[in-house]
């Protein structure tokens, strides 16, 4: 079991930049995919970005290329989205997720994932 807790959600204008964390425990987590969600309201919860945590190896969705960064801190056992130039349609609740990698899977839809945080509110106003 992994215990996946989010944090850093909150208002901000259009243009600006926010950091989200997201805790894990249980496990230790280098054979384990990380990744970062969202979901606005009447929408599907969509793909954002993950990491591999033992080699940090990422990959994006085209929305956030370039605006978002992934990363994660051994030391803290915690992977952070950095997100920088947000838009209103950034807005969304945010959730980190993660799976194992022996799992083989693509790692961008949220079935792929096994543990869930609860997710943090992002809000962006223009």
């Known amino acids: 079991q992994v215990q996946l807790v989010e944090s850093g959600g909150g208002l901000v204008q259009a243009g600006g930049s926010l950091r989200l964390s997201c805790a894990a425990s249980?496990?230790?987590?280098?054979?384990?995919?990380m990744g970062w969600f969202r979901q606005a309201p009447g929408k599907e919860r969509e793909f954002v970005a993950r990491?591999?945590?033992?080699?940090?190896?990422?990959y994006y969705a085209d929305p956030v290329k370039g605006r978002f960064t992934i990363s994660r801190d051994d030391a803290k056992n915690t992977v952070y989205l950095q997100m920088n130039s947000l838009k209103a349609e950034d807005t969304a609740v945010y959730y980190c997720?993660?799976?194992?990698?022996?799992?083989?899977?693509?790692?961008?839809?949220?079935?792929?994932?096994?543990?869930w945080g609860q997710g943090t509110q992002v809000t962006v106003s223009s």
């Open positions: 990491i591999r945590w033992s080699n940090g190896n990422t």
């Open positions: 997720a993660s799976y194992t990698v022996s799992k083989l899977r693509l790692g961008i839809r949220p079935g792929d994932y096994d543990y």
């Open positions: 249980g496990r230790t987590l280098t054979a384990y995919i």
